[in-house]
């Protein structure tokens, strides 16, 4: 084996012959250098062709998004279209207005075409992928690895989470009930997935970076800020927090305090995807989280269900990983992005 100057897990500087990481206590041998001296990693390959599963599975959801639409049209044609929006205050979020009739089924069809043309640009941005399918540890990851690892780790985060405080007989209220309607209740979190990510995405980050802009206190140009991709940045950093936190809070409501913790951390999921790579990440991100039992609530085959169940146990298997990596990262980025500023202000 080559020796390494850093480790292709979590990209900290190593000791000289190292055969483990002293930071991520990852083992070293598994990785191998190919022609060239590129590095190559199994976790990347592990993550690379786990995304190709991940794209055929999140293609057939939308797929299903779209073979639902008359049932859901015509649904809405009798109850309508309620707007959610944030807020700043108690309770977090309000009905900003219900739409009747056509203006709901615009709304819905939006909802719709919002959601395919993310997964079309995910998988555009993601073309050049053969590099990862290859093993090839890249400091620049496609959309769609980042997507699926992001959510494979965000995913053991909730599952593990609802376990310890189902061990401790805590019951969680789910507003969804097993009774309601599957076209009702698919719909429900289906738009949630696009006006969500306006709300808590574009609003409460992509806003303050083009007002920042506009003020000449950030460089960049302001009317791409509210769709994404500008980076990870102090103030980045910041607003993902805050819009994390309103994230959490307007579950409060329909949920209980239990839904905070969980649904906080994948705001910061959601928000990274946001600032990193756009808005499409996001949604897609959001989407995995909302639509991952789609097929099974709308079958309600066991055929449906045993696939989904080896899907999710598929991917908590991936997330024990990048788990580890995306919280080691995590901490560095913000690590390094506050001494930076510090060392700025100095």
Known sequence: MVGFNFCPWCGERLPPNSNFCPTCGERLTVVRRQKGGRRTSLLTLYGSWSSILMAFFLAANVFLAFWMAPEISELLLTTGFPILASSLLPPFVFILVVLEGSAALVAYWFVLVAILISFIIMIWRSRDISSELKGLRTEDPSPLFAVTTVFSALLLVNIVYYFVIGSLGIEPNIPLSAGQEEQIRLFSVLQAVVTEEINDRMILIGLPLALLVLLGRKEGVAWKMPFGGMGLGRAELILIIFSSMIFALSHLEGWDVWKLIPTFISGL??????????????????????????????????????????????????????????????????????????????
């Open 269 to 346: 999921g959601l928000g990274y995807l946001f600032v990193r790579y756009g808005i499409h990440a996001s949604i897609m991100l959001h989407f995995c989280f909302n639509f991952l039992s789609a097929y099974m609530i709308y079958t309600g085959s066991l055929l449906a269900a045993v696939f989904t169940g080896l899907m999710i146990f598929y991917l908590l298997i991936l997330g024990v990983p990048f788990l580890i990596v995306y919280t080691i990262r995590s901490i560095r980025a913000t690590l390094t992005i506050l001494s930076a500023n510090d060392k700025n202000a100095e």
